[in-house]
């Protein structure tokens, strides 16, 4: 998964594993960075077939994989699945599928993870923002870059607070992970509310004047430009809410 995105890794296969005695295999090594992910199958899966005599193929078998490249290895195995079971239809299936999905996260030493539970409440939002300010800290996070960070913060901890267990309260969980090469702080906020995507949103036309526009949505489109990855999940039963940002400058990771 070079540059974030999945490509096919051609490489030349050695005999299939246990078909015969006395077989000779070649080893040799993939180098990953942290974050990527590898994608593995059977032929059953370009191979599968339509009604129409259609080979799934790995052209569409890519597609499906790049729509979303945020997405968990289990979610990447249930796209993939789904699409397959979208183009067969109600041919028959003449070939097992079988699939895996990997994840590299790095260096468990490189990678930095803080977390923070606490009632999502407006008057907690001093705390949050407190605690996410100590974890850049330890980074020598510039002081633009933290602004953002922090605003982007309170954008979604407030929508939270006051949307997510409406009119019920409940508690939110604030993790920071900071790893290395380069240095890359991201902020993750769950919460167990109702599902909301708000990335979903329409953006706002920030060529109108204030008053004309429609109320709502500056704060999370404003959190998608200053931020350099943004992403939502629902999983368990829970919202999963995902800001990536990377730290130019003379910066490290010390704790």
């Known amino acids: 998964m070079p540059n974030g995105r ?61 729509e979303d490249t945020d997405a968990s290895p289990e979610s990447v195995l249930q796209n993939v699945r789904t699409a397959v079971d979208g183009f067969v239809k109600n041919a028959e299936q003449f070939d097992d ?19 923070l539970d606490i009632m ?3 008057e907690n939002l001093s705390e949050v923002q407190s605690f996410i300010g100590a974890c850049l800290e330890k980074v020598n996070c510039p002081a633009k870059a933290q602004m953002q960070m922090e605003l982007a913060a309170e954008e979604i901890f407030v929508n939270i607070a006051n949307y997510a267990y409406a009119p019920d309260k409940g508690r939110a969980v604030v993790r920071v992970e900071v790893s290395d090469d380069p240095v890359t702080v991201t902020l993750t906020f769950i919460d167990q509310g109702i ?61």
């Not at 080893?27 to 590898?38: C, W």
């Open 97 to 115: 599928l079988t699939m895996l999905c990997m994840e590299y996260k790095g260096d468990e030493t490189s990678l930095k993870t803080y977390e």
């Open 195 to 255: 599902p909301y995507d708000p990335l979903k949103r329409k953006e706002p036309d920030v060529t109108l004047p204030a008053e004309e526009r429609d109320i709502g949505g500056l704060g999370i489109f404003l959190t998608k430009k200053t931020m350099d990855d943004v992403s939502y999940e629902y999983r368990d039963g829970q919202n999963i809410l995902t800001l990536k940002k990377m730290i130019t400058g003379d910066c490290k990771n010390k704790a």
């Open 120 to 122: 999502a409440e407006n």
């Open 6 to 66: 999945f490509e096919l890794f051609k490489d030349r296969h050695g005999f299939v594993i246990g078909g015969m005695d006395g077989m000779k295999y070649k080893e040799y090594e993939v180098q990953l960075t942290p974050g990527a992910k590898l994608f593995v199958y059977t032929d059953g899966v370009p191979e599968a077939t339509n009604d129409e005599n259609e080979l799934f193929g790995t052209e569409r078998m890519l597609t499906v994989l790049n």
